[in-house]
């Protein structure tokens, strides 16, 4: 790590560096999407702006309350806010969006120092550590304001623990980014964080039942915790300056020089991580075990399924494997039945009104299909944007786009069927079984649901088609015009259904809206029918713009 | 005489103001082994994209095999092969997958997609690696299966848009194999490749395209007749030494021919300063 020093080489790399990213800025304002970028930027900007200036006014009028409240001890919670955000929010942001290349920068001839810094100032520039600073900028001048003679204490203590955040962020992100320059390693963090936001709808019910009942056990839990975090850096930030407060100074410069050493720790692994990046590490897949000889020699022959004509069962078998190999889809596609669950274990107290379920029980099984129709939109509406390159091959072979789109609406249909059949047991098994002629009603709905989406979907399709990579978290939104026609067709789809159930409680007969439900699928598959016969002018027509799209880079 | 393979009239293509390829008229032969040569940005990849279906025409027509690419092209692309600038990959396919899948796009019953599938990874020395997906693969890997995928229902056409591009000598080995067992069975092969020398070794005839118009056609011989001509012509009337010619019993080489109809002189003679 010595050596960090500017020499006029380094300045001129810096400088050569951030021209080019200034440059890159420039250029992409030539496009519509590059200007809507900055326009989205400049809200993010905003957002940004206010939730710091924002948050740090609250932190200034926390830090002045508690200090002069002599609750010194409450400091630690607002730190350990600051570091929770500070962590996480970057760590949870890159899952969702591309990482830069740092092999782009390795082939120049930087110095380790020199893409040390770089690394450190890139990554440091965004809006976690922006905001962080500015928190801990605001709780120092509170604490200043309360106490003046120590505002110097506090916020050497405090610009200690920025450096921490700023180190640390930059470590765990270096360790990710290694994680996600890998197919495979990409998908197992990408599932890991699907859990985690799983995981993280449980919180509220799982707190609520806790909370019901006092027990002394939690107490003493939480006790154990308080005990542990003051050996971490918030926690030894917050002591450093409680203890000074208290008049216990070595104490205080204890945990200062303890939570200096976490800085110089952090910062060795840092510099670990980014030298194996310096020196070239191999990031390349890796490579599968070769074929047993009875493995080359067996055929595989594709799916066979009576009834369909090849190539729609060719995209059918695709379209399976394609949704099999992607860990974040699979993981959708288990939403409907979580998302009764969640219902399930909420607390089912009177004073609880939020959680309907229990008071009406027969709606599970409305709801969770109506769920499963919801994870289907993205897959419906752009039903082409996984294919990416795989398009061109729709445009060269002797297969109709009819037949194209029927096997995608086969495997639509089919996975609909299976989440439907799922909520079905779902429900039998959480709730009670549902009324027949609920299930009746609900199916036939879905009936014409998936029947008008598939209809629009298909168009959207074809019109409007956007890249996406099922095996990839976040950035997977179909395009923005896509995204407002689902959900206008999703909102009118529910509309509807609520008015017709309406009517049928009015006459007093479930039965009554699953007949209506089956007249309006009815009228929404000659719909399908007429929009599968136009489906091959307007893909031919149109076929410029959208192998366009699939195949950029 | 057989109807060509492939022919165009007055072939267009503008993206806006600019004419990437302009008036363009081919005639491939049955049986030819057709290379399609020009520089960067010349139109290539949009001639065979026009002519494979995977781009409009702004005007002008295409026939495949005596039938009119916009009229019939579904019966058009059920006879011709095609390895395109993407190479049309499914990349979360295995290879295995992804061949039975074109096969059966293709109208294969799926015991004919598995049995082709299993020869074409043999012969394409792909079968390694059963379950490695697409997008695993090398980049000559990839080559070698879009080849394999464009081939499977025994095209009578194929066209391959920079076959050798990135692929090393072994693979390319493959490649050319294949593509000579194709010509031998009948077939008629359409291909674009900056690699002149594999050109001249493989291919009967030619057209060169610049900036988007079609500037020769014909066989090797014929071109190179075409170009010592001009160079005879313009050396009458020229100053010793402004117009190179092969020396007496060698013959221009494809890439002195391409540079000369192509007026590439390059920069070879030119200095940098600063490069000792």
Partial sequence: MAGLSFSPDMREQFAAIARVRWQLFVNGLRTIRGRLEVVARGFMFLVVGFAGLGGSLVFVGAGWYIVSQRNVEWIAVMLW?????????????????????????????????????????????????????????GLAIGIGIALPGFFLWTALVLLTFAIINILLARMIFAWVERWLAQRRTREIIGVVFFILMICFQFIGPLISRIGRHSRPEVSRITMQVIRYERALPPGLAAEAIARAMHGAFTPALAAFALECAYGLVILWLLNVRLRAQYHGENLSEAVARSASPKEKRSLRFGWNVSGVPGPVAAILEKEFHYLSRSGPMLFTFAMPVVILLIFRISPQTPAKQGNFLAHAPELAFPIGSACALLILTNLVYNCFGADAVGMQLFFVSPVRFREILLGKNLASGLLLAGEIAAVWIAVCFMFHPPPVGITFATVAGMAFALLLNLTVGNLLSIYTPKKIDYAAFGKQRASTSTVFASLGIQAAVFGLSTV???????????????????????LAAIGYVLVLDRADRIALERRDTILAELCRA | MDAPAISTQGLTRRFGDFVAVQDVNLAVAPGQFFG?????????????????????????????????????????????GVVPEGMALFGRLTGAEYLNFVGRMYGLDRETAGKRTAELLDFMQLAEQPKTLVTDYSHGMQKKLALAAAVIHGPRILFLDEPFEGVDAIASGTLKAMLQRMIARGATIFLTSHVLEIVERLCSHLAIIHKGRLVAQGSLEELRAGVEAQAAAALAGASPGEFATSAPGEKLTLEEIFLRIVGGKGRSDQELSWLG
Avoid: H
């Avoid at chain 1, 009015?506 to 699953?514: E, K």
């Avoid at chain 2, 026939?63 to 092209?73: F, I, P, R, T, W």
């Fill in chain 1, 81 to 137: 806010a600051i570091f929770l955000f500070w962590q996480f929010f970057p760590v949870m942001a890159s899952a969702l969006t591309e990482n830069v290349d740092s092999s782009n920068l390795l082939r120049f001839p930087l110095s380790f120092p020199s893409y040390f810094m770089v690394r450190l100032v890139y990554g440091a520039l965004e809006p976690a550590t922006a905001l962080g600073c500015l928190w801990l900028l």
């Fill in chain 1, 500 to 522: 017709i159930l309406l009517i049928a409680r009015a006459y007093g007969s479930i039965w009554l809206a699953a007949v209506i439900f089956l007249i309006l699928a009815g």
């Fill in chain 2, 36 to 80: 399609f040569l020009g520089p960067n940005g010349a139109g290539k990849s949009t001639t065979i994209k026009m002519l494979t279906g995977l781009l409009s025409a702004s005007s002008g027509s295409i026939q495949v095999l005596g039938l009119d690419l916009a009229k019939n092209s579904v019966d058009v692309k059920r006879q011709i």
